[in-house]
C-alpha cells in the first residue's frame, strides 16, 4: 500500500516547507513549550521542559515507560493543566484553552473510533462538530479515505476492520478536518511488526505530503529514529537531548541517550596521556584505549567512553589503532546480522555486530581472534 497517489492539494492544506532546525527563529515556529512542568502530589510527570516545534516538522517524543511522554502530550493537548510554564500554538498562549478550542487532530494507541458508527460517520464526526455542510462532509471523508487507502469503507463498522484498518480511520478522521498540528501517542503499539512498519512510512508520508505539524510519541527507539525530523529523548520526565535522528545515533550526549538508542558498548577508565594526536585511557580492567582528541580530555580525568556494536570490527583488524586479542563467549544470530560477545580482558567483553555476507568468516564460540576499532568510533559520554 502506498499514499503516493496523493497529494498536498487534495485535503487543501497550505503545506509550509519543514523548518526542522529553525529553533528560534519565531515565524517557522508552530509549537513551543517554554519551562513545562507536571506534578502530580509527589510525583513529578514532568520536569521543566522547553521545545519548540518548527512548521511542518515531524518531532518524536521517545523514552521508556514513564518518562513523561504521554504527560506531555496531553498538556500540548489540553487534557492536561501544567504545574508551570507555558504552552505557545505561534504567538498565542493556550496553556489554558480546552482541547476543542486548540482545533488539534488526535489519533492514540487505542483506536477509539465509535464502536455503534459507520467508518464514514466515524470520520465525518470532526466535521460534524464544526457544523460544515453535508456535501462538503461527504467529498472530504471521500478523500480523507482515499488518503488512507481505505475507499469502499464507507459502511463498515470498526468491528468489521482489522486492527490495521481500524487505525487508519482514526488517522483518517483526525486529518479530515486539516488539523495545523497533528497529535500521536503510540499509535501503532498494537499493531504486528510488518504492519506497523508499514504504517510507519505511510504516517511519514502523509504528514511530509500535507506539511501537518507532528508531535508523535513513541518508546520504539528504530520506529523513532525512522519517521522522525527530530527526536527528544525522554526520561524521568527530563529532556536529555535533542536531534537528528542520525545526531543522536552518532552524538549522544549521555549514557543513557546511547543506551536507549541502540545498542552501546561501554568503556570506562581514566586519561593516562595525551598527545598532540590522540589520547590514551586506561580501562579499569587493564586494557589501553587510543581515542581522538577532543576539549576538555586531560591526563588524570576520568571518561566514560561509548562505542557502537557495528563499529567494532573483528577479524581482519590490521592498521587499527585499538587492536585487542580476544575471545568469543557469545554468538546472536539474528538474521541480517550476527552479534559477537568477544572477551577482551580479564573482564571485558564488547558486542561486535557484522553483517550476514555469503563470503565472510563465522567465528564459533572459543575461538581466538583480533578485534579492534578506530579512536574516532568512540564517543565521550
Ligand atoms: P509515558 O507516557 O512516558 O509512559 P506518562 O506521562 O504517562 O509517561 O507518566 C509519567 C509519570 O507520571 C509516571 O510516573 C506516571 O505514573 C505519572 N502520572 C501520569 N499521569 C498521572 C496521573 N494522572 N496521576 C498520577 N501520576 C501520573
Ligand atoms: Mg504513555
Not at 463498522?157 to 482489522?162: F, G, M
Not at 506497523?196 to 511530509?208: A, F, G, S
Not at 590514551?280 to 581522538?292: M, P
Request: aromatic share 6%.
Amino acid at each position: 500500500m502506498s499514499s503516493a497517489n496523493l497529494t498536498a492539494s487534495d485535503l487543501a492544506v497550505p503545506a509550509a516547507p519543514p523548518t526542522p532546525n529553525a529553533e528560534s527563529g519565531r515565524p517557522g515556529v508552530a509549537l513551543r513549550l517554554e519551562r513545562v512542568s507536571k506534578h502530580y502530589h509527589s510525583t513529578v510527570a514532568v520536569r521543566d521542559v522547553t521545545l519548540h516545534v518548527a512548521r511542518g516538522e515531524f518531532l518524536t517524543l521517545l523514552g521508556p515507560s514513564g518518562s513523561g511522554k504521554t504527560t506531555t502530550l496531553m498538556m500540548i493537548a489540553g487534557f492536561v493543566i501544567p504545574t508551570a510554564g507555558r504552552i505557545y500554538l505561534g504567538e498565542r498562549d493556550i496553556t489554558l484553552l480546552p482541547p476543542h478550542k486548540r482545533g488539534f487532530g488526535m489519533v492514540f494507541q487505542s483506536y477509539a473510533l465509535f464502536p455503534h458508527m459507520t467508518v464514514f460517520d466515524n470520520i465525518a464526526y470532526p466535521l460534524r462538530m464544526r457544523g460544515v455542510g453535508a456535501s462538503e462532509i461527504a467529498s472530504r471523508v471521500c478523500r480523507a479515505l482515499a488518503m488512507v487507502q481505505l475507499e469502499g469503507y464507507e459502511q463498515r463498522r470498526p468491528r468489521q476492520l482489522s486492527g490495521g484498518q481500524q487505525q487508519r480511520v482514526a488517522l483518517a478522521r483526525a486529518l479530515v478536518f486539516n488539523p495545523p498540528v497533528l497529535l500521536m501517542d503510540e499509535p501503532l503499539g498494537a499493531l504486528d511488526r510488518k504492519l506497523r512498519e508499514r504504517m510507519q512510512l505511510e504516517i511519514k508520508h502523509l504528514q511530509r505530503e500535507l506539511g501537518i505539524t507532528m508531535v508523535y510519541v513513541t518508546h520504539d527507539q528504530e520506529e523513532a529514529l525512522v519517521m522522525s525530523d527530530r527526536v527528544v529523548v525522554m526520561s524521568q520526565g527530563r529532556i536529555e537531548q535533542v536531534g537528528s535522528p542520525d545526531d543522536l545515533y552518532e552524538q549522544p550526549a549521555n549514557r543513557f541517550v546511547a543506551d536507549f538508542l541502540g545498542e552501546s558498548n561501554f568503556l570506562e577508565g581514566r586519561v593516562e596521556q595525551v598527545d598532540d594526536r590522540a589520547a590514551t585511557l586506561v580501562t579499569d580492567d587493564g586494557l589501553r584505549v587510543r581515542l581522538a582528541l577532543r576539549p576538555g580530555l586531560a591526563a588524570g580525568s576520568a571518561a566514560s567512553l561509548a562505542l557502537r556494536p557495528e563499529r567494532v570490527r573483528i577479524g581482519a583488524s590490521d592498521g587499527l589503532a585499538n587492536r585487542y586479542e580476544g575471545v568469543v563467549r557469545e554468538v546472536i544470530y539474528v538474521g541480517e546480522n550476527t552479534r559477537y560477545r568477544v572477551q577482551i580482558g580479564a573482564v571485558t567483553v564488547l558486542t561486535a555486530k557484522r553483517p550476514n555476507l555469503a563470503d565472510g568468516p563465522r567465528p564459533s564460540i572459543g575461538e581466538h581472534l583480533t578485534i579492534g576499532w578506530q579512536p574516532e568510533d568512540m564517543v565521550v559520554v
